[in-house]
């Protein structure tokens, strides 16, 4: 049997958690002292052992989520299904929600989750589907979504002392812009008809041979948020 | 095993309950008030009988048609139907509990009149006894196609607005059918009364678990 938590999950008001977890827990086929025992574990996963005879009304919008993942738990399903399980949750609880997703995944479960917060997905998904209109679009791991757009030509340089000489490279080949957006931090704009490797090589030895000294050096990688913008983009101009 | 369970969580959500706990102190309260204001007019079992089904069938009925909406509109439904449970046990177990607590209710006003019809009048304990069979096959009739018509309303009502509105006139009307017997002078008014009750409570039953089983959620 699999396990649900939908987008806008709701208990029966005179309920407390340990009712409607013994309750649901019943129904998905446990046995009594199984319940008892599963209760325990899930209340702990989701760190609500506190609330246990609580009435879910009183609880707030974040707890009353977890009561929710908590009742999906209970009978150890092999493929969770969550509908928006962080929307409109303070950021303690994502993080401990996004926790729970990461732990119930390293123990075997399948989490098919959907989410319209791309960072949460960033961080916890190890495949993602973007849909749009209802139909999906690319399914595949972060990476493998990146790699069907060319690389950005933006190069980001974490300087560990800045001589303030940078601006010389202005005008090296293949470079379109030098600009520094804070404190030793540049971000350079690359030619994309000139070749990428000799200008990031030039770049790296123009920098040190200017006395400056460079902690990190990596191309700007687009954000979920982003490859999902572009791959909207061209579904719907296509 | 599902009917059991949810009928026992119904019964263990309602009996502690706003409306309950006016049925079992506010309702046996309201017949002494009332049967002071009315002197010895009418017996007080009579009383009783009156009170409970009127106001504790439309009571009974409001809550159950509020609760079915109330659930139905905050999608609680959704985690009892992915889980392997026919969905008629949802809204039966509801009516049966609400039936089980006012049933008590009901005993609780009767007997509380018969005690003092039984003190105060000195009547003879057959005559009471017989009254008090008739009023309460009437009142468990009543509210047995109140509470009937309360969860079919609730599951057809789009919003509790109308829902309130449908239950307050029409549960209230159809609650009426079972005093037909009594009112057409029949000399032996109570199976008839029982009968017709128990036919009119299952046929809205069977019409509202027919549409429940329909509904998407």
């Known amino acids: 049997m699999l396990g649900y938590l939908p987008e806008s999950v709701a208990f029966q008001e005179w309920r407390t958690v340990d009712h409607a977890l013994r309750t649901f827990g019943k129904l998905s086929g446990l046995e009594k002292n199984e319940v008892e025992h599963r209760i325990e574990e899930v209340l702990d996963l989701v760190a609500l052992s506190d ?9 707030s919008a974040g707890m009353t989520q977890k009561v929710g993942l908590a009742q999906a738990l209970l009978h150890n399903p092999k493929l969770l299904v ?30 098919f989750f959907s989410s319209h917060i791309l960072s949460d997905v960033q961080d916890v998904a190890t495949k993602i589907g973007i ?14 979504l990146r790699s069907r757009f060319p690389i950005k030509n933006d190069v980001e340089i974490v300087l560990s002392h800045d001589s303030g000489r940078w601006k010389e490279l202005e005008s090296l080949t293949g470079v379109v812009s030098l600009e520094q957006p804070a404190p030793n931090r540049l971000l350079a704009h690359l030619d994309s008809k000139a070749d990428i490797d000799e200008t990031i090589h030039n770049l790296i030895k123009g920098l040190i041979n200017l006395d400056c000294r460079i902690r990190k050096f990596n191309p700007v990688s687009p954000s979920l948020d982003e490859l999902y913008l572009q791959y909207v983009r061209g579904d719907e101009s296509a | 095993m599902s009917f059991s369970l949810l009928f026992e969580d119904e019964l263990k959500g309602f009996y502690k309950s706003k409306v309950m706990i006016f049925l079992w102190v506010g309702l046996p309260l309201m017949t002494v008030l009332f049967h002071l204001w009315f002197k010895k007019d009418i ?13 504790g069938g439309t009571l009974a009925a409001v809550m159950l048609t509020m609760s079915i909406i109330n659930e139905k509109t905050r999608h609680v439904y959704d985690l ?56 309460l096959a009437i009142s468990l009739s009543m509210m047995a196609v109140s509470s009937s018509a309360g969860v079919l ?49 299952c046929f809205l039953l069977i019409i509202a678990v027919f549409l429940f089983n329909r509904k998407q959620f």
Not at chain 1, 131 to 144: A, K, S
Not at chain 2, 94 to 112: D, G
Not at chain 2, 124 to 130: D, S, T
């Open chain 2, 153 to 201: 309303i609730g599951v057809v009502a789009p919003s509790v607005l109308v829902g309130a509105i449908l239950v307050i006139y029409g549960g209230n009307q159809i609650s009426a059918i079972p005093m037909l017997p009594s009112m057409l002078n029949i000399s032996t008014p109570v199976p008839f009364t029982i009968i017709l009750g128990a036919v009119i409570s």
């Open chain 2, 43 to 55: 017996p007080f079992t009579a009383l009783s009988a009156i009170l409970v089904s009127s106001i």
């Open chain 2, 80 to 135: 009892f139907l992915i889980r392997p449970l026919k969905r008629w046990n949802l809204i039966i177990s509801k009516f049966f509990a609400v039936y089980t607590c006012l049933t008590i209710a009901s005993f609780l006003a009767l007997i509380l009149g018969l005690v003092i019809d039984y003190f105060i009048m000195g009547r003879a304990p057959e005559a009471v006894l017989n009254d008090t069979t008739q009023s």
């Open chain 1, 131 to 144: 849909l749009n209109r209802g139909r999906i679009m690319q399914i595949g791991t972060l990476d493998e």
């Open chain 1, 51 to 59: 609330v246990r005879n609580k009435k879910i009304a009183e609880l």
């Open chain 1, 82 to 111: 969550l509908d928006e399980p962080m929307a409109g949750l303070d950021p303690a609880s994502r993080y401990q929600i996004k926790q729970t997703i990461r732990e119930l995944s390293k123990s075997g479960t399948t989490v």
